[in-house]
């Protein structure tokens, strides 16, 4: 686990006072991140990680599946070694945990969108509405969209549509998370909660409003997310994660997995022999991946007529030297980056190595400590 030694967190006036605690619940690990608001600048005042694995017995890096008072416990031991004092907290709900749906709908008021969107949320939803907490949002019009005025000529207008987002989390979840609230001693009226995916492009596409996809990869599962104006216009999630090709390359070369592990951390795809049997893996495993990015983004690109140019990795698997070159090379005319959400905090100058090398991994909980900030 990393963490800001005190002597940093004392460079800040006023510790943890007005302070935003941002929780991200992954597979395999915790991260937190601690922000503050100073001369309307975003501080980080502290982080940390903690590996969930060796709770669980199995290796650090492996997808786990922790009961919430074990999850609680680690999370306290997080808020001890940091020096945090959670008195205002927001948890990132998993993307896996949530559904996500757009579906566009007929340009009506807001109590005709409030009757049908039940109705429509039932055609995505597996369950009984009663068993999920149900919420919507209308996205705002396209800029095409909006060009385009009434038809000429005596031809009947179209009907207008809109598009809306349809939010699902499953009513277990949330007792979960209630249970690892009142478990760390969190005062209820001090939390908040906010589905993975919104919290990312927070904290890392900021004011860019060109087609962007977003690929979360973590432990277990990739997340896909279009980005268009500034807003979630569609999601998937790909059963396959950075513990794939772990688990891939352990077999490959006959090794324990702690043992790739740390191969594939240390050395990535760069170097030589190590490199290049890392590099076939990665590609092979990730074959899945990039064949669900094109298919996704081929779709949207004909729909809208719109051209995607920028991809953006984050997650521990995003940490993987050189996975962005593996990806990039598998379509024309996109740039592929890795995602530094830090780069929206102030923090000190001489941290700035560590946080870049660790920033891909604390997208999620960086971007739900940005919006404690806003509550």
Not at 15 to 27: E, P, Q
Not at 54 to 74: C, I
Not at 199 to 211: E, H, N
Request: charged residues 25%.
């Amino acid at each position: 686990m990393v963490s800001i030694t005190e002597s940093i967190t004392n460079m800040f006036s006023g510790a943890h006072r007005g302070s935003s605690v941002g929780v991200d619940i992954g597979a395999s690990s915790i991260k937190v991140v601690e922000v503050e608001k100073v001369d309307e600048r975003a501080v980080l005042k502290n982080y940390g990680e903690i590996a969930l694995g060796p709770r669980a017995g199995v290796s650090a890096g492996q997808a786990t599946n922790l009961s919430p008072e074990a999850l609680a416990e680690a999370l306290r031991d997080i808020f001890q070694e940091a020096g945090i004092s959670p008195r205002h907290v927001s948890f990132a709900i998993p993307f896996s945990a949530s559904l996500l749906s757009v579906a566009e709908l007929p340009e009506v008021g807001n109590k005709e969108l409030e009757s049908m969107i039940p109705l429509e949320a039932r055609r995505y939803i597996p369950v009984p509405l009663s068993e999920v907490s149900l919420d919507w949002w209308v996205l705002p019009k396209r800029k095409a969209e909006k060009k385009n005025g009434a038809p000429t000529g005596g031809v009947p207008a179209p009907v207008s549509k809109i598009e809306v987002i349809i939010a699902a989390i499953h009513n277990e979840v949330i007792k979960k998370y209630e249970v690892i609230q009142q478990a760390t001693r969190i005062p209820g009226e001090a939390v908040h909660f906010e589905i993975e995916i919104f919290s990312t492009l927070r904290a890392i596409v900021g004011r860019d409003l060109s087609p962007i996809m977003v690929i979360d990869i973590g432990a277990g599962s990739t997340k896909l997310a279009l980005v268009d104006e500034g807003v979630v216009r569609g999601s998937h999630v790909v059963s396959m994660g950075g513990q794939d090709i772990t688990l891939a390359l352990a077999k490959s070369l006959n090794i324990p997995f702690t043992q790739a592990e740390e191969t594939k951390c240390r050395v990535g795809t760069m170097g030589d022999e190590e490199g290049r049997d890392i590099t076939v893996v990665a590609e092979i495993v990730l074959a899945n991946v990039i064949n669900e990015a094109a298919h996704f983004v081929e779709n949207y690109e004909r729909k809208h007529g719109t051209k995607v140019s920028k991809f953006i990795l984050v997650g521990g698997g995003a940490r993987l030297k050189g996975i962005e070159k593996i990806i990039e090379k598998s379509f024309s005319g996109v740039s592929v980056v890795i995602g530094d959400p830090f780069e929206r905090l102030d923090a000190p100058a001489f941290l700035a190595p560590t946080l870049k090398d660790l920033s891909p991994n604390f997208a999620v909980a960086v971007g739900i400590a940005l919006k404690g900030l806003e509550e």
